[in-house]
Every structure is written in C-alpha cells, then in structure tokens.
C-alpha cells in the first residue's frame, strides 16, 4: 500500500544514519564532531524533502551509498559493489550519482579504479537515456530532452551546443536560481564542505546534470531531486 511504501521509504532514510555516524567516527576521534555530522544529517532539510514527496524508489539510495562507502572503506570492495550495482535499478539517473562516488575514489583514495567506475558508470547512463528510456517511451529521444531545450532539441545537438559554446555551462550554472541552490545546499551541511573545496567535485558529478535543467523543481533541487546528492555532501 502507498502508506506502506512511505514508512519503509522513512525507515531506509532512518537507517542511514548507522552507517554515516561509523563513517564519521572512522575519520575523527571527536565525538563532538562526530554528534554535530550527524545532527546535520538529521536535520537536513533536502533530505526531509526527499523524505516528504511521494514514495521515488531513488530515495533509497541515501542509505545503500552510505553503506557501500563504509564496507569500501573498510577494504570490502565486493559488499560495496553488491550494494551500489542494484542502486542502477533505482532510476535513470543514478549512475551519475554513483560517477561522482568513482571521483571520490580517484581523487581523495587514489584509486585508478575509480575513473574506471566513472566512464563505466558514463556508458550506462548513456545507454539508459538515449536508447533504453526512448524504446520502451515509444519515442525517439528522451522524454526529459524537453528539460533542456535551451541546450537543444535531442542529444547530439544539446553535445554540439556544449562545444561550440563553451560558456553555455558556467552561463547556466550562474543563474540566480541555480546559485540560491547552491547556497542552500552548502548551508544545509553548516558550510563544511568549504573547508575542503576540492570535495565539492564529486558532488558536482551528481547534480550537474539537475542544475543544468530548465525545470524549476529540478535545478532547485527540491522534491526527490536531490537524493543522489545528499550523501555526497557528507
């Protein structure tokens, strides 16, 4: 039942807390830090969002991205990777949340195996979008290309925009809106990533594509929009 869907919806978000406080204790012998990383988290205002629309199966990949980080963490690839595969099944969109885990990996753990989980996890949202929603949509292209028609009408256009005009990019991310977002989104992890700019880069890989959108409810990142990005942020 819908009321069924929703309390497990609200457990699983619940649950990431678990892993999350584990993660935090790994990287500070603080207790308090480790209390104000999980205040934040609870009291998150994007997550209350995802938690607050609807039940979207992409909710659950708050709690499965916490966890497969914190059995890669503690040298159990293979549990990691039996967490985050299923996670593909969840939405479209997902494996750019799960590139931006591969930046992670690259960039802050020095694992080469982290560009390769980028440019797998590319391949699959590519094949997913141009060709696997559009099939089974009866439609030649995507049904989300319409979020983004001031980039182009389909694919390969929307491409030769983007490099014909480089500027497209930073244009749309200087929006007003899309830079109230981005404050609101800082703010709701009490500024820390700031601390560490460099960390922001693969929470970037998650959203990009939501803050690039035309459509209001997406680049704000409210709704379920920001699932894939919440667990970036900590």
Known sequence: SPAALLLIQSLALASALVPLVALASRHSKHNALVLA?????????????????DFHPEALF??????????????????????ALPCLGLKEDIPLALAGFGVYLALFKGKKA?????????????????????HFAGSRVSIHHDRYAS????????????????????????????????ALLLGSVGFLPLAAPAALVPVLSACLHHLLSDYRAQYSLVSQYSAQTVPLLF
């Not at 999980?38 to 629309?53: D, G, K, M, Q, Y």
Request: net charge positive; charged share 10%; hydrophobic share 60%.
């Open 114 to 134: 982290g560009w390769g989980l980028v440019g797998a996890c590319g391949a699959a949202f590519a094949v997913i979008t141009i060709w696997v929603i559009p």
């Open 151 to 182: 980039l182009g009408t389909g694919t390969s256009e929307m491409i030769r925009h983007i490099v014909w005009h480089p500027w497209a990019v930073p244009l749309r991310l200087l929006r007003p809106g899309v830079l109230l977002t981005a």
């Open 37 to 53: 990383v999980a205040l934040l988290f609870i009291l998150n205002p994007f997550l209350h969002l995802v938690s607050e629309f």
């Open 62 to 83: 708050i709690p499965a991205a916490f966890w497969a980080l914190l059995f890669w963490e503690r040298g159990k690839p293979g549990l990691a990777g039996l967490i």
